[in-house]
């Protein structure tokens, strides 16, 4: 009997999204390879890279050399300021990793998901340049400019549509392994200056109540903290929402509470991915097999 067709979908999570390269090397190892892959964001970049056939060892050795300073080189402001950055250095980026591959040639089908910034909806990216699909759903609001692809201006894939398991099963797949990396608005530490009470602010006086006082324990956030966990808040809600509504037959959530990864230091991401879908191979197993 056929194996069923696996759909793997991979979220936005920016540096999390190491994890998905973990889980992937998994099913890789263990004769689960996926048959259709998508993403968004972050999600897009690893999803695409399998789909275009480049080894994980090239995305582990990319990821695992990062440094600030490599980092930082992608984010020079631009004029005019629709971003932070014009992008151009992470387009360098993809296009040493993609070259010229066209999303409808590649051997693997694959969907880089990205937002429509006039109508807010989801566009699946099939047919096309790979390297400016995945650039489209990596630009993220505010950090990198917006990017045309015919005649739509889009952005960030994880605004619309986080984790795309509807996209996946569209394109054919008959089982979908979802990795949601997304951050839980309460494991953000939040934090900022003390909040004065109005009589202390008046007097001068920087001593707060005692430190028993629920109020002691008030401060006032930075805006971009506060604009950092509405994004955050706004895309897990999202998140769950598509679970809800298109839920995938696996779904592997990668645990980085002890350890979580940013962009000059992945390799425990990649680790948390790994321990993800290590866990979960049973699971996975029953779904491609159609056993209860």
């Given amino acids: 009997m056929a194996r069923r067709r696996i759909g793997l979908v991979l979220s936005s999570g920016g540096a999390r999204g190491s994890a998905h390269i973990g889980a992937l090397d998994v099913l890789l190892a263990n004769d689960l390879a996926p048959d259709v892959v998508v993403g968004a964001s972050m999600g897009?970049?690893?999803?695409?890279a399998y789909a275009a056939g480049i080894s994980l060892?090239?995305?582990k050795e990319e990821w695992q050399s990062s440094s600030f300073l490599r980092t930082a080189k992608t984010l020079l402001p631009t004029i005019p300021w629709s971003g932070w950055s014009s992008g151009a250095e992470l387009m360098r980026t993809l296009r040493r990793h993609f070259g010229d591959r066209r999303i409808e040639d590649l051997d693997v089908p694959f969907a880089a998901v990205a937002t429509n910034l006039a109508t807010g909806a989801p566009e699946a990216m099939t047919t096309g340049s790979v390297a400016e699909a995945v650039r489209a759903s990596l630009s993220v609001p505010g950090l990198f400019t917006p990017v045309w692809i015919d005649d739509r201006l889009l952005i960030?894939?994880?605004?619309?549509?986080?984790?795309?398991?509807?996209?996946?099963?569209?394109?054919?797949a008959e089982v979908i392994i979802a990795v949601d990396v997304l951050v839980e608005p309460s494991e953000v530490h939040l934090?900022?200056?003390p909040a004065l009470g109005v009589r202390d602010r008046r007097l001068g006086?920087?001593?707060?109540?005692?430190?028993c006082d629920v109020a002691s324990r008030r401060f006032h956030p930075s805006v971009l903290s506060v604009l950092f966990q509405m994004s955050t808040v706004f895309q897990k809600r999202l998140c769950n929402l598509t679970l809800a509504a298109h839920p995938p037959d696996v779904l592997l959530r990668p645990d980085f509470s002890n350890d979580?990864?940013?962009?000059?230091?992945?390799?425990?991401?990649i680790e948390a991915g790994v321990r993800a879908a290590e866990?979960?191979?049973?699971e996975i197993r029953r779904a491609v097999e159609g056993a209860d």
């Fill in 279 to 282: 866990r979960a191979l049973g």
């Fill in 57 to 59: 060892d090239v995305l």
């Fill in 156 to 172: 960030d894939g994880g605004v619309s549509n986080p984790l795309p398991v509807d996209v996946a099963t569209a394109l054919g």
């Fill in 44 to 48: 897009a970049y690893v999803s695409g």
């Fill in 191 to 193: 934090a900022g200056l």
């Fill in 260 to 269: 979580p990864p940013c962009y000059s230091r992945v390799g425990c991401g």
């Fill in 205 to 211: 006086i920087t001593g707060g109540p005692p430190a």
